[in-house]
């Protein structure tokens, strides 16, 4: 099973880095999840290649420790998959959705949140206010 855990390497795991990425990356909106993305082009202090991390936000509001735990593994299957070739740090945030659905649909939101583009949040978006008088 060894070949299948994710290296300390392609984890965020210090609180500074969480909140570095939070405060500088991308905020993406999803069906099942909430996605944080911060680019680091570049090379690490020893000059190797820097590799995509991924980090998972699983707060208490999710469910108990055995639901935050399956959103992890979940998340950790997920970023394995679908690893992104450029240095990226990915924060993911799932939502109580996200242990009602099935793989499938959560890989979908999750391919989406990952390549939507730069410069926009993904997810829905919202039109004109209905009732706002505008007729």
Excluded: C, W
């Amino acid at each position: 099973m060894s070949d299948q855990t994710l290296p300390a390497s392609q984890r965020v795991r210090r609180r500074t880095d969480f909140e570095d990425i939070y405060a500088r990356g991308l905020k993406r909106h999803g069906r099942f999840m909430t996605m944080f993305v911060l680019d680091r082009a570049g090379t690490d202090r020893a000059g190797a290649s820097v590799r995509a991390r991924l980090g998972v936000a699983a707060t208490r509001k999710l469910g108990g420790a055995v639901a935050r735990n399956r959103a992890k593994r979940v998340s950790r299957e997920l970023f394995r998959r679908h690893k992104p070739v450029a240095a990226l740090d990915v924060v993911v945030v799932p939502r109580r959705e996200f242990l009602a659905a099935d793989f499938p649909a959560l890989e979908r939101d999750y391919i989406v949140l990952l390549t939507a583009p730069g410069g926009s949040p993904a997810g829905p978006r919202r039109g004109p206010r209905r009732g706002s008088g505008a007729r």
